[in-house]
């Protein structure tokens, strides 16, 4: 889980923190997703920080930069419990945000 050995509330959503490297794989196996969602392509694809939230799964609220200007898009991004099969829904996606806008869930 991308929020080891942080303090999680459950329910809530965590502080925003620097991309991991999980992070960074949990947004590419969604990229098609997004990519469908915005109706464009990237430049680039890059996870710069993230939040989550402990529900029945986990949700991620990711900062992705997609271009080499700033551009960002905060993508929310729900994965199952294992037990559910641990499958990765993009389920929210708000566009034209800057590296510096602070990401707020939903």
Not at 10 to 27: D, K, M, N, S
Not at 64 to 83: E, K, R
Not at 91 to 106: A, F, G, L, N
Request: hydrophobic fraction near 30%; include cysteine; proline fraction near 4%.
């Amino acid at each position: 889980m991308a929020t080891e050995g942080k303090d999680v509330i459950l329910g809530g959503w965590g502080e925003e923190t620097e991309a991991t490297p999980e992070v960074q794989e949990i947004c590419d196996k969604v990229k098609e997703q997004v990519q469908t969602t915005t109706g464009g392509t990237f430049t680039m694809y890059k996870a710069l920080k993230y939040r989550s939230q402990i529900v029945a799964g986990t949700n991620y609220c990711v900062k992705i930069q997609i271009t080499s200007a700033g551009d960002c898009d905060h993508v929310t991004i729900f994965q199952a419990l294992p037990c559910n099969g641990g499958d990765l829904t993009v389920t929210d996606v708000q566009e034209k945000k800057t590296i510096s806008d602070p990401i707020q869930p939903w």
